[in-house]
């Protein structure tokens, strides 16, 4: 079993940044790839990127490549997404995933066997 625990949402001016934060707990942290998606109200929870389990593979969804920044800190059981110049479109709650099977990248929820609870982002224009 895999504990999340998402942190560092709130509300932004767009062009702003945000770092998110999700803390494992439990089973081998390192033996995961680890995503973020994001779900806006009324829209499916779609995938906005994914590192392996060592850190050295990272994938993003289009709409964030270039802006958005995955990492993690193995020896800390965190995994970070930095978030830059960050638009209205980018409001959405945020969840961090784990997945220890899939291969690679695992961009579809499914693939994932676990989930943190989600962080709201807020973006104002």
């Known amino acids: 079993q895999v504990q999340l625990v998402e942190s560092g949402g709130g509300l932004v001016q767009a062009g702003g940044s945000l770092r998110l934060s999700c803390a494992a707990s439990?089973?081998?942290?390192?033996?995961?790839?680890m995503g973020w998606f994001r779900q806006a109200p009324g829209k499916e929870r779609e995938f906005v990127a994914a590192?392996?389990?060592?850190?050295?593979?990272?994938y993003y969804a289009d709409s964030v490549k270039g802006r958005f920044t995955i990492s993690r800190d193995n020896a800390e059981n965190t995994v970070y997404l930095q978030m830059n110049s960050l638009k209205p479109e980018d409001t959405a709650v945020y969840y961090c995933a784990a997945d220890l099977y899939s291969s690679w990248p695992p961009t579809v929820k499914y693939e994932y066997d676990y989930w943190g609870q989600g962080t709201q982002v807020t973006v104002s224009s």
């Open positions: 590192i392996s389990w060592s850190g050295a593979s990272t």
């Open positions: 439990g089973r081998t942290f390192s033996s995961y790839a």
